[in-house]
């Protein structure tokens, strides 16, 4: 992030850009293109080798398996190895984002999430004039983040819980 990033603001891409490789746990040879989002749009995965092009949100709620990487599943769409594209993202504040794959795994690179972060730098960061949380207005015109949910994974005997900033 630059010196100018605000961090109270949501971001997406200036321009497309893709990435291609192989799924190292498919063996699928993948295209990936990052694609700029309106606000509010979140980050989301298309599966653009399916009918109808589906749609997968990146959400812990739909987190399916973490055996062997992150995988993402959603009325029966699979997105796997999903974990160094979003580290990429949310490290270079991307809020807003829709991945197309036309595969069923994001490409593994290198194995880390640089290739991804210097894809996203090469595409660049946009801000949107829409602030981080979803605000809603109050009294007196101040602004306030909207409480939206806590987050939480549960394996056996391990747990991590993501709690809504105040």
């Given at each position: 992030?630059?010196?100018?990033?605000?961090?109270?603001?949501?971001?997406?891409?200036?321009?497309?850009?893709?990435?291609?490789?192989?799924?190292?746990?498919?063996?699928?040879?993948?295209?990936?293109?990052?694609?700029?989002?309106a606000?509010?749009?979140?980050?989301?995965?298309?599966?653009?080798?399916?009918?109808?092009?589906?749609?997968?949100?990146?959400?812990?709620?739909?987190?399916?398996?973490?055996?062997?990487?992150?995988?993402?599943?959603?009325?029966?769409?699979?997105?796997?190895?999903?974990?160094?594209?979003?580290?990429?993202?949310?490290?270079?504040?991307?809020?807003?984002?829709?991945?197309?794959?036309?595969?069923?795994?994001?490409?593994?690179m290198d194995?880390?999430?640089?290739?991804?972060?210097?894809?996203?730098?090469?595409?660049?960061?946009?801000?949107?004039?829409?602030?981080?949380?979803?605000?809603?207005?109050?009294?007196?015109?101040?602004?306030?983040?909207?409480?939206?949910?806590?987050?939480?994974?549960?394996?056996?005997?391990?747990?991590i819980?993501?709690?809504?900033?105040?």
């Open positions: 992030m630059t010196a100018g990033f605000n961090p109270d603001r949501q971001h997406t891409l200036q321009s497309e850009a893709s990435i291609s490789g192989t799924g190292i746990h498919t063996g699928v040879q993948v295209n990936m293109i990052l694609k700029p989002a606000p509010n749009f979140g980050i989301q995965f298309q599966r653009t080798d399916l009918p109808g092009h589906p749609v997968i949100k990146a959400d812990c709620d739909l987190v399916t398996d973490t055996s062997r990487g992150t995988t993402l599943e959603s009325n029966g769409m699979k997105i796997n190895t999903v974990e160094h594209v979003l580290a990429a993202l949310v490290g270079m504040g991307i809020d807003n984002v829709l991945i197309s794959l036309n595969g069923p795994e994001v490409p593994i194995g880390s999430s640089e290739p991804f972060i210097e894809l996203i730098d090469k595409a660049g960061v946009d801000e949107q004039a829409v602030l981080v949380g979803n605000p809603v207005a109050v009294a007196g015109g101040q602004l306030h983040e909207q409480v939206v949910r806590v987050l939480a994974i549960d394996q056996g005997s391990h747990a819980r993501g709690f809504p900033g105040l």
